[in-house]
């Protein structure tokens, strides 16, 4: 493979220069794939390669785990059941091919730079048509690169793609450093694409991805020409007209989130909190991050995921030891101030596709924030639509930005 040709070809053999400042305010590197630069911020090509004895290390783990047991007559309303979850570990280590998923990844163009002295991991696959729009696809969590492997193909011939494992998630991980808030995230991914050299890009982003593209509009709006997100979250403003106003539909919509608020966010109440204690836990055990995860997949999918593509990612997470970092990411998004203070609408344009389970997204309430000039929803489709329905999500991508 050509890996120069996932690179812009004006980043090829520019030297570093002291007096350069990028356009976020860092040392403006570009990439050399000659060696003539040995800079951090670099752009390194990357492969996948987990050492045969990390893999042994997981299957001794995993057929010597210490199981708990179950009340009779239970099901998944208390978590994930003891016989489900034998059955996946018992998969996981028998039969499960990580090779396999190293094989997809590194048939892709995969690259490392450092933005903030953090490593940041990412995918870029250019369009064969050079005026293409550049698009950068984020991924929230559960999730990892491998959501968008159906997507790649799906807009590879109309988009040129970057797709970042996040900072602190999988290949990125773990940061080494408190403070990095999604904030700070969404300026280390716009520096990301300057330093690719893309003048004009879109965002597109589910669940934490959600978050981040509209900041990433806010932060690089000169340059984004549009965010497109699934899993929007979005909260009343207090106006009793706006109350007054919803629909059947979007009443239900608020009172699934009340639901998930009350009876499905203690996940999240953990990690935003007390983050290093349930990283503990899933650094050490490997059935415990496959609990951990599975759970939000059978909870939050309309569709069944498949299998493999379930334990890929949670071996991406065992793998590259990033369950702390990933807590920890929630601890800054819960105690970051500026996050929630109220802020005037982002001028960038905004589409949101909405679909059916875990998505709680109403356009009125949106609309307070952002530009919205797109919406659609779906009856097809839960919370991780790159997985479940790659069609509808391209298309509706394809649409949004079309009309930019």
Not at 328 to 347: C, G, I, L, Q, V
Request: charged residues 20%; negative net charge.
């Amino acid at each position: 493979m050509d890996i120069s040709a996932a690179l812009p070809t004006n980043a090829l053999l520019i030297m570093p220069k002291d007096n350069e400042i990028s356009r976020f305010g860092l040392p403006l590197f570009t990439a050399s794939l000659n060696g003539m630069t040995n800079t951090a911020s670099e752009i390194r090509p990357f492969r996948v390669e987990i050492p045969q004895a990390d893999l042994d290390y997981l299957n001794d783990r995993l057929r010597h785990a210490r199981w708990t047991d179950s009340l009779p007559g239970v099901g998944w309303e208390r978590g994930v059941p003891v016989a489900d979850l034998k059955e996946l570990a018992a998969y996981w280590a028998d039969e499960f091919d990580w090779r396999a998923t190293e094989r997809q990844l590194n048939a892709l163009p995969q690259f490392t730079t450092i933005v903030e002295d953090q490593k940041l991991h990412f995918v870029h696959v250019k369009s064969e048509n050079a005026d293409a729009t550049a698009l950068l696809l984020l991924h929230g969590w559960p999730g990892t690169v491998l959501d968008f492997l159906e997507l790649i193909e799906e807009l590879k011939s109309d988009f040129h793609l970057v797709v970042p494992s996040l900072p602190g998630f999988g290949f990125s991980g773990p940061v080494t450093e408190a403070g990095w808030t999604d904030g700070k995230v969404a300026a280390a991914l716009a520096e990301l694409m300057a330093r690719l050299g893309y003048e004009r890009y879109g965002v597109h982003g589910g669940d934490v991805g959600a978050f981040l593209g509209p900041l990433i509009g806010r932060v690089d709006a000169d340059h984004v020409v549009g965010v497109h997100a699934n899993a929007l979250v979005t909260f009343p403003a207090g106006d009793p007209a706006d109350m007054a106003a919803l629909t059947e539909s979007e009443q239900a919509r608020l009172k699934a989130m009340k639901q998930f608020q009350d009876d499905g966010s203690a996940y999240m109440q953990i990690v935003g909190t007390r983050p290093q204690t349930i990283a503990h836990a899933l650094a050490d055990s490997p059935v415990g991050q496959l609990a951990w995860i599975a759970e939000k997949y059978q909870e939050w999918a309309e569709q069944p995921i498949e299998r493999d593509r379930l334990l890929a990612t949670v071996s991406v997470y065992w793998f590259t030891g990033t369950a702390r970092s990933v807590a920890n990411s929630y601890y800054e998004r819960f105690h970051d101030a500026s996050m929630w203070m109220p802020k005037a609408p982002s001028p960038t344009p905004l589409g949101v596709a909405v679909f059916t389970t875990a998505d709680f997204a109403i356009r009125r309430f949106a609309e307070k924030a952002h530009n919205v000039v797109h919406w659609s929803e779906f009856y097809r489709g839960g919370h991780f639509p790159a997985l479940e329905v790659p069609d509808l999500l391209s298309a509706d991508i394809r649409e949004f930005f079309a009309t930019l």
